[in-house]
Antibody
Framework: EEQLVESGGGLVKPGGSLRLSCAAS????????FQWVRQAPGKGLEWISS????????FYADSVKGRFTISRDNAKNSLYLQMDSLTVEDTAVYFC?????????????WGQGTPVTVSS | SYVLTQPPSVAVAPGKTASISCGGK??????VHWYQQKPGQAPVLVVY???DRPSGIPDRFSGSNSENTATLTISRVEAGDEADYYC???????????FGKGTKVTVL
């Protein structure tokens, strides 16, 4: 069964850091592009970052550029999101998603999400 | 940056047809994807590349895209179709993925 499982979310103070992980299983991880998408409480979906299978292409939303870093470890079948200088506006559920088809992708598989709360 | 406009809500009676619009400048030149999200759950892809359905998605879900509006159509609506629906595109100009703000479908 194809699966994406996020971890690493939690409560952090403004200005703090957090590293999210996404463990993939049931498919050949290295062949796919991946994205992080977040959803603030009661709000819609917001794309925040993408990384290509070869790591050549990396993109960020303006809201996180310079503060967040996406990376992947194809040997560990894992995707990461390093989040620094967090603000209350970063409070959201963070989803790991797999890119379907050729770039640019649709998002054909989603994890269940990991919640991040930024509060003093 | 590129903006996608969706109606906040659509109400439909069981067995009828729901149409959800997604407006954007020359959206007909882009590939549009649609996601369904039920409360407390992760989104699920229901239509990709304007008109294609992933395996396991009923043929009651269909999509179209022309000029400045893409549309997700749900035929023979069931109670289980009640959810939020989001459209999404890739904006090559900004190199960003963009989501619409979502449409809440209520089954009367």
């Amino acid at each position: 069964e194809e699966q994406l499982v996020e971890s690493g979310g939690g409560l952090v103070k403004p200005g703090g850091s957090l590293r999210l992980s996404c463990a993939a299983s049931g498919f050949t991880f290295r062949n796919y592009n991946f994205q992080w998408v977040r959803q603030a409480p009661g709000k819609g979906l917001e794309w925040i970052s993408s990384i290509s299978s070869s790591q050549v292409y990396i993109f960020y939303a303006d809201s996180v550029k310079g503060r967040f870093t996406i990376s992947r470890d194809n040997a560990k079948n894992s995707l990461y999101l390093q989040m620094d200088s967090l603000t209350v506006e970063d409070t959201a559920v963070y989803f790991c998603t797999r890119g379907g088809g050729a770039w640019p992708n649709w998002f054909d598989s989603w994890g269940q999400g990991t919640p991040v709360t930024v509060s003093s | 940056s590129y903006v996608l406009t969706q109606p906040p809500s659509v109400a439909v009676a069981p067995g009828k047809t729901a149409s959800i619009s997604c407006g954007g400048k020359s959206i007909g030149t882009k590939s549009v994807h649609w996601y369904q999200q039920k409360p407390g759950q992760a989104p699920v892809l229901v239509v990709y590349d304007d008109t294609d359905r992933p395996s396991g998605i009923p043929d009651r879900f269909s999509g179209s895209n022309s000029e400045n509006t893409a549309t997700l159509t749900i035929s023979r609506v069931e109670a289980g179709d009640e959810a939020d629906y989001y459209c999404q595109v890739w904006d090559g100009g900004s190199e960003h993925y963009v989501f619409g703000k979502g449409t809440k479908v209520t089954v009367l």
